[in-house]
């Protein structure tokens, strides 16, 4: 019974933040999201990854942003006022997953889950876990786990060092 008061659980679902870039919808499970802030302005790190636009402050803590849009390599050009950034865990880093707007938070059957195609939305499938159909609707879910290699980690690790050291 304990199980089930946990944020995320319920038997037989799975629980979703849903977000947009571009047209297409995606999602990652709520278990690996923190918490959901307005986009702010960055400061640029030297010699980072293309994709780290920089860091910024989020309560108290410094934390690298990694464009998703960028990630993928999607074009476009988001409304700036409706970007969020979605702070996640990945390899016990915490980043900032920056995305062109937030929708909702979504309970999913697990049934209603599909092993992903080999390219979705623009996104090669090695950063999928499947896709999740909710009524006419469907969602692209990440795989957090994959969108960056263990040297990116490692990468933005060291931006994280060398910002403490200012």
Excluded: H
């Excluded at 049934?111 to 992903?116: K, S």
């Excluded at 009524?135 to 490692?154: G, P």
Aim: hydrophobic letters at 40%; aromatic letters at 6%; proline letters at 5%.
């Amino acid at each position: 019974m304990e199980k089930k008061k946990q944020r995320g659980y319920r038997e037989g679902e799975k629980q979703f933040v849903i977000f947009k870039i571009g047209d297409e919808e995606y999602g990652v499970e709520i278990l690996q999201a923190r918490e959901i802030v307005r986009y702010q302005k960055l400061t640029r790190v030297p010699n980072s990854p293309d994709f780290v636009l920089g860091v910024c402050n989020v309560r108290g803590q410094i934390i690298p942003i990694v464009d998703l849009r960028e990630r993928f390599g999607l074009a476009g050009k988001p409304k700036e006022q409706e970007r969020r950034i979605i702070t996640v865990q990945v390899e016990e880093e915490i980043i900032g997953l920056l995305v062109d707007e937030v929708v909702e938070v979504v309970w999913l059957p697990v049934d209603n889950i599909e092993a992903p195609p080999p390219i979705a939305g623009g996104i090669e499938r090695e950063y999928l876990k499947g896709v999740g159909k909710l009524d006419e609707q469907l969602i692209i879910i990440l795989d957090l786990e994959k969108i960056l290699t263990t040297n990116e980690v490692e990468e933005i690790k060291k931006m994280d060092s060398e910002e403490e050291g200012f």
